[in-house]
């Protein structure tokens, strides 16, 4: 079996004045948030996944959302650049996390932007959302890094939703699910494209074989993937919901 790790990142005491775009900022619970968070560390862990936790950022109220900081593909890392400056402080943590996982590391360059929110990978095909943080140099650059690997790299339109995969994400058959209100043009995926009830339905993690984690704030979704002959974990992210967070921001999943 493949070594199924994850790198995770805890939430710091300025959770609440993190960075929101499309939503209204909404009061935070901080200490629900910690224990929401090390439900989702045991989630994964009970999953059999090994968690690798990155030092805290005090002065990141974003930090926790691990997931924008760095993509990895194959044996490569790409640090990101992220859209908001406010966030570029969480870039030597994530640096020293994959580098000490022994990946190669690479990263976006100025003028590009990217989060690795934006990137949704499935099946050598990687897509990127455009229109938010993430701007063209920053597609562009994650294209020369990806495409040596055997990378497909295709940038999607994106108005609705803070980043890609707040609007879509992959189940393990390759189909792509999304709450259609927020998804800008599902025609992009043609008839692979699977509509969801709700919108945190449309996010999902990957745990191995026919396992997936996603929000218990999404019950009819979590039906529907069952009758399709998932098994879903559902954990309770309510806090990180607020600061536009889902549960895949909340680690990066290693696999080699």
């Given at each position: ?40 560390v045991d ?10 936790e990155v ?171 069952r009758a ?29």
């Amino acid at each position: 079996m493949l070594a199924r790790n994850a790198l995770v990142r805890p939430p710091v005491a300025s959770l609440a004045e993190g960075e929101i775009t499309h939503i209204e900022r909404q009061p935070i619970d901080v200490d629900l948030a910690r224990r929401q968070w090390q439900d989702y560390v045991d989630a994964l862990e009970d999953s059999g996944w090994t968690t690798f936790e990155v030092a805290p950022a005090p002065d990141c109220p974003d930090s926790v959302f691990i997931e924008d900081a760095v993509v990895v593909y194959g044996d490569l890392a790409v640090l990101t650049r992220p859209g908001t400056p406010t966030r570029l402080g969480e870039i030597s943590g994530a640096e020293e996390a994959v580098a000490a996982q022994g990946y190669r590391v690479t990263r976006i360059e100025a003028p590009g932007t990217l989060d690795g929110g934006d990137v949704l990978k499935h099946g050598g095909i990687v897509w990127v959302g455009q229109g938010g943080r993430t701007n063209a140099e920053g597609l562009e650059q994650l294209r020369a890094h990806l495409e040596p690997l055997g990378a497909e790299v295709i940038g999607v339109p994106l108005t609705k939703v803070l980043h890609l995969k707040s609007a879509v994400t992959a189940l393990p058959d390759g189909s792509v699910v999304g709450y259609e209100p927020l998804v800008d043009d599902p025609s992009v995926w043609g008839d692979l494209f699977l509509p969801v009830p709700e919108e945190a339905g449309s996010h999902v993690v990957l745990l191995g074989d026919d396992r997936i984690l996603m929000s218990a704030s999404a019950p009819q979704s979590a039906e529907l993937f069952r009758a399709r002959g998932l098994d879903v974990v559902t954990v309770d992210i309510s806090e990180f919901e607020k600061m536009e967070g889902c549960v895949t921001c909340l680690s990066v999943r290693l696999r080699g």
